[in-house]
């Protein structure tokens, strides 16, 4: 109940996301591994895998739960009690209908077995319940030597057969659970009050040392140990996004073509940088995304992963448009934008601004659906600008190409580019199967990986003043190869249809969860904004609430009338409130609980 503020609108989430459903599929009978790598896993540096757990959280704990197990004087009931738990706590994490059930019946990698802190927890508890009970005699620093030694030497023994841990782990976590339970033992022992203080102090830090230790080693494995260019990244990618907001105040969405952390083949999984630097972007990782964003967002070119994020490492400058991306921060030149030269550049990224944005809130008298009724990006993008517009618009048009197989059965594609600035190339190699050594050139002007994890599938293809012709390269094997698609991009009449709409965009006050402003039409139109139709938004037009219809597959319309017509979007997390209101009320039980329980005491 306590938790219920965070708990609530968090199910709410996960349940809507686009892998809200339960993977029943993965439910088998069978286990990640062996109960027994727990113990060798709890060694200084180690991390967890698929078939090994990792609860290192200090010598303490696990000496005292060996300690709890062979000591005479814990109770056999109290020693079924923690055997059983032991037992419980492991089935979570290595039987596969429990592990599943704590990871929400979904396919959970990369950080394996993240609920694992409620078995350190138990260990924690357990000592904290032996050592509270202690009487500091002869037998209790008995029983402490030989959790001590059992620890030790199953640890040596699973090391023979097992090796899941380094000879250098096992030296450190063998020399400090001796030292620390060494100086425990001294610390109980010791008669003279200073000494006992002083040795106490000792154990204290010989416990922040081997913890310290353990922190340092895991933040080897996971990150670069040099921070000398995430420092620098960080202060000038942030001082290059202040100078743009600077530089525009107005509301926009920013792309960029590269991030700090990139794989040797140009890809990466780092599209979260949009929320470290406070802009908006069409870019975004998170473990349970939108359903409709994504489908939305890959139909316009910006191929999902995993249904988890959108892969965005190149413009697709008409979707982009759609999308309200007013910028790009790009490591080469785009044909159409134009440089920012008042904004540095920094990161190897140059800001280029895009003159075909649309607004992100503009009227249009057509009644626009942009139904995603194909799977095909050049041809949706057509229907949909020809919505905007009106009538038929065919903004990409089909380019002719050659297609040369190589010796090794890798392809070649030449292109005719006409040699137009008004015109920008694009395309699309439809894989069937993945291979994690597949690349492309695109033109000798970048490469990038391709037809595998967090590849494009949609790119770019920048050409330079005065070429006739463009090649892409790519190592993908023929018999992979299903289908190709190379289109270009007519820029002048992007421009044509982009100018008149962003002629009624609306000037509405953008806050977070508050979205408000007036919008004047001589006549009856639509309201339409690039905003998600989510449960939270309570939409008001001239004070009346309305539910708002949809375009695209999951942005806002709004039919208004002739005149002036306020409109205000107020959006509240759901079940956010119901949450707050559970919390207070355990509180306030929590509280009269603690007080009736007092007053039992003090009368009896």
Same mark, same amino acid.
């Given at each position: ?67 709890? !197990? *062979? ?8 020693? @079924?009690?923690? &055997?059983?738990? #032991?037992? +419980?706590?492991?089935? /979570? ?62 640890? !040596? *023994? ?8 380094? @000879?250098?782990? &096992?030296?450190? #976590?063998? +020399?400090?659970?001796? /030292? ?63 100078? *743009? ?8 969405? @920013? ?350």
């Amino acid at each position: 109940m306590l938790s219920a503020c965070l708990l609530l609108p968090t199910i709410y989430a996960l349940k809507n996301g686009a892998r809200g459903a339960f993977d029943w599929s993965l439910l088998k009978n069978a286990f990640n591994g062996s109960f027994l790598t727990t113990i060798e896993k709890y060694s200084i540096g180690t991390s967890s895998t698929i078939d090994g757990v990792a609860l290192y959280c200090g010598s303490l704990p696990i000496v005292a739960v060996f300690a709890s !197990i *062979l000591s005479h004087k814990v109770t056999i009931r109290k020693k @079924i009690v923690i &055997l059983t738990m #032991t037992t +419980i706590v492991l089935a /979570i994490i290595y039987w596969i209908p429990f592990s599943l059930l704590f990871s929400l019946m979904k396919q959970v990698d990369s950080y394996w077995y993240r609920y694992s802190y409620v078995a350190s927890f138990f260990l924690i508890f357990v000592a904290a319940e032996y050592f509270s009970n202690l009487h500091f005699d002869k037998e209790d620093l008995m029983d402490i030597i030989k959790g001590c030694f059992s620890f030790a030497a199953i640890l !040596i *023994l699973l090391y023979q057969f097992k090796n899941y841990i380094t @000879i250098n782990q &096992l030296k450190a #976590t063998l +020399i400090t659970v001796i /030292i620390t339970t060494f100086l425990l033992l001294l610390s109980i022992s010791l008669k003279n009050s200073k000494l006992k203080k002083l040795v106490t102090v000792g154990l204290i830090f010989s416990v922040i040392f081997e913890l310290g230790l353990n922190a340092k080693q895991l933040w080897l494995i996971s990150t670069n140990p040099d921070i000398s260019y995430y420092k620098g990244y960080v202060s000038h990618q942030q001082k290059q996004i202040d100078a *743009l907001k600077k530089y525009d105040s107005s509301n926009y969405r @920013i792309l960029q073509t590269s991030s700090r952390q990139k794989t040797k083949d140009n890809l990466t999984a780092n599209y979260n940088e949009a929320l470290a630097f406070n802009y908006w972007s069409p870019a975004g990782y998170v473990s349970n995304m939108n359903p409709k964003q994504l489908e939305l967002l890959s139909l316009l070119g910006h191929r999902t992963e995993q249904e988890r994020m959108s892969i965005v490492n190149s413009p697709v400058l008409a979707s982009d448009s759609l999308l309200g991306v007013k910028y790009i921060l790009s490591d080469y030149k785009i044909n159409g934008l134009h440089k920012v030269r008042s904004i540095k550049r920094v990161n190897g990224k140059t800001v280029y601004k895009n003159p075909y944005y649309l607004p992100m809130a503009f009227t249009n008298p057509m009644n626009i659906t942009a139904n995603l009724n194909t799977w095909n990006t050049f041809e949706y993008t057509n229907s949909f600008y020809t919505e905007l517009a009106g009538k038929k618009l065919n903004l990409y048009e089909p380019v002719r190409y050659t297609t040369r197989t190589n010796p090794n059965g890798t392809i070649s594609y030449t292109l005719n580019s006409k040699n137009k600035k008004s015109l920008q190339l694009y395309g699309n190699i439809i894989w069937s199967q993945s291979n994690n050594g597949n690349q492309i050139n695109v033109n000798n002007v970048y490469s990038t990986g391709y037809a595998k994890w967090l590849s494009p599938s949609l790119f770019y293809i920048p050409t330079g003043d005065g070429q006739q012709q463009v090649t892409i390269n790519t190592n993908i094997q023929q018999s992979a190869i299903t289908a190709q698609q190379f289109y270009s991009l007519n820029l002048q009449k992007l421009k044509k249809i982009t100018r008149k709409i962003q002629q009624k965009s609306q000037n509405l006050s953008f806050k977070d969860g508050n979205i408000k402003g007036t919008i004047y039409s001589k006549e009856n139109t639509y309201f339409y904004s690039t905003i998600s139709v989510e449960r939270g938004w309570t939409v008001k037009v001239n004070g009346k609430v309305i539910h708002p219809q949809v375009f695209a597959g999951t942005f806002m319309k709004l039919p208004i009338k002739a005149g002036n017509n306020k409109i205000s979007m107020t959006y509240k997390t759901p079940y956010l409130g119901l949450g707050i209101i559970i919390s207070i009320l355990s509180i306030i039980l929590i509280i009269i609980y603690l007080i009736v329980i007092k007053k039992c005491i003090n009368k009896f």
